[in-house]
């Protein structure tokens, strides 16, 4: 036992020692690339501001969503046997582009 400790650790460290300076000694296999990194992110409020903001229109087998020449109708599906906030899910959305609502 004591000479199959000894034999694997002795095993062990060369295996290591040979990893290691291979690392060292030997070149790259492929030139290193550069990776863009982004130092700062600042997101000007005032582009968000210009968007027109969605009125909601919500009954029993609609929601409808509208604003100035846009509007979003999805038709709801009640399941039976679902948890009570997965009980309601969209069918379908119809997108309607035209006049002002």
């Given at each position: 036992?004591?000479?199959?400790?000894?034999?694997?650790?002795?095993?062990?460290?060369?295996?290591?020692?040979?990893?290691?300076?291979n690392?060292?000694?030997a070149?790259p296999?492929?030139?290193?690339?550069t990776?863009?990194?982004?130092?700062?992110s600042?997101?000007?409020?005032?582009?968000?501001?210009?968007?027109?903001k969605?009125?909601?229109?919500?009954?029993?087998k609609?929601i409808t969503w509208f604003?100035k020449?846009?509007?979003?109708?999805?038709?709801?599906?009640k399941?039976?046997?679902?948890?009570?906030?997965?009980d309601?899910?969209?069918?379908?959305?119809?997108?309607?582009?035209?006049?002002a609502?």
């Open positions: 036992m004591k000479y199959t400790t000894v034999l694997i650790s002795g095993a062990i460290f060369l295996g290591s020692f040979n990893v290691i300076s690392a060292l000694v070149p296999s492929k030139p290193l690339t990776v863009p990194v982004m130092l700062s600042v997101v000007n409020k005032s582009c968000y501001q210009s968007i027109a969605f009125k909601k229109n919500m009954s029993s609609k604003g020449s846009v509007s979003l109708t999805a038709n709801t599906l399941l039976d046997g679902k948890a009570a906030f997965e309601t899910i969209i069918d379908t959305i119809v997108v309607t582009k035209g006049k609502l």
